[in-house]
């Protein structure tokens, strides 16, 4: 597509329930990226994914979390047992190389609330 | 740990005048800094980058400079409008993987 698409836009849920977010980035860029996004405080890198690589992970925050990019493309980032404390807008990002740099082209991120 | 630090308090300016924001890292040198803007409800979007040997970059009323001596960037708006009005973060490589760190924002609000 012509942007990163994320679903869903909003999703509250009940604490201890597990949640999915999807991630649809755009056509032909290989790398994805997965960040959190509390209020209030800066952007916290989560996961990195890039081609048939296996992926950087050194940003999930427990063992709760987790992500799965299928076929080079669509991506899930699932969060098991949620607690109040995941309470974020999580936020998509493919990349392309501008000047030999990953710049970054954001969804519009999904709003998640435990209650 | 690597640090990137933005001024968290909000920039109050005038339409027409110069905004100017500060970003400083600290605990290593990055390769390149990049600058994106965030509107509420909305995803960061990528307006500049500059590398580590580059003084100066322009885009039309952008301009961002980055010095490494004082390790800092600085991202001017010039003849500012209300339409500017946004939230403005700072980003650079990492030295250790392939993750942006951002700082986490200025806060631009352009009055009439």
């Known amino acids: 597509g012509a942007g990163v698409s994320q679903s869903p836009s909003n999703k509250v849920t009940e604490k201890g329930k597990d949640v999915e977010l999807r991630c649809d980035p755009i056509s032909g860029h290989t790398a994805l990226y997965w960040y959190r996004q509390s209020l209030g405080q800066g952007l916290e890198f989560l996961i990195y994914f890039q081609g048939n690589s296996a992926p950087d992970k050194s940003g999930l925050p427990s063992d709760r979390f987790s992500a799965e990019r299928t076929g080079g493309s669509v991506s899930t980032l699932t969060i098991q047992r949620t607690q109040q404390e995941d309470s974020a807008v999580y936020l998509c990002?493919?990349?392309?190389?501008?000047?030999?740099?990953?710049?970054?082209?954001f969804g519009a991120g999904s709003r998640l609330t435990v209650l | 740990s690597q640090k990137i630090e933005q001024n968290s308090e909000a920039l109050n300016i005038q339409e027409g005048k110069t905004a100017t924001l500060t970003c400083n890292y600290t605990?290593?040198?990055?390769?390149?800094l990049q600058w994106y803007r965030q509107d509420p409800g909305r995803g960061p979007v990528f307006l500049l980058l500059i590398r580590e040997n580059e003084k100066e970059k322009r885009k039309e009323r952008l301009k961002v400079t980055f010095d490494t001596t004082l390790k800092q960037s600085l991202f001017h708006i010039t003849a500012s409008q209300p339409a500017d009005s946004a939230t403005y973060l700072c980003?650079?490589?990492?030295?250790?993987?392939?993750?942006?760190?951002f700082g986490k924002g200025t806060s631009l609000l352009v009055t009439p």
């Open positions: 980003a650079s490589n990492s030295n250790s993987g392939y993750a942006l760190n």
């Open positions: 990002a493919s990349s392309s190389y501008v000047s030999g740099a990953n710049v970054l082209t």
């Open positions: 605990n290593y040198s990055p390769a390149y």
